[in-house]
């Protein structure tokens, strides 16, 4: 079992390089630019979703309970087919909560 500490670095380090993934992937179009456009935006908001979800728990939310409900997002999506850009966003999440709480 990690101590809280090297969980804490660990997530640090994560949205570090989700922030950095994020940055490239946008290209410095600010993302509700990016977002409106064809299939490059899809792929920044897989990277932003990933961003966004580790946000969430750095900011005190527990990891378990926000990818549960980040994964009921994504399967609300999938099954209502919201749209690329969200199932995108929402696949980011889940999988950044993943590799957060594996």
């Not at 290209?27 to 409106?36: F, I, Y």
């Not at 908001?45 to 527990?62: N, P, S």
Request: hydrophobic share 40%; net charge negative.
């Amino acid at each position: 079992m990690t101590s809280h500490g090297s969980n804490d670095i660990r997530l640090a380090r994560m949205l570090e390089v989700a922030e950095a993934d994020l940055n490239a992937a946008a290209g410095g179009t600010p993302l509700c630019k990016v977002s409106m456009t064809g299939t490059t935006g899809q792929s920044v908001k897989y990277f932003e979703g990933r961003w966004a979800a580790l946000r969430e728990v750095a900011r005190g939310a527990d990891p378990v309970e926000c990818f549960r409900r980040w994964r009921e997002d994504y399967e609300r999506h999938v099954s209502q087919d919201s749209g690329a850009a969200w199932v995108h966003y929402c696949a980011g999440g889940v999988d950044a909560l993943f590799e957060l709480v594996d």
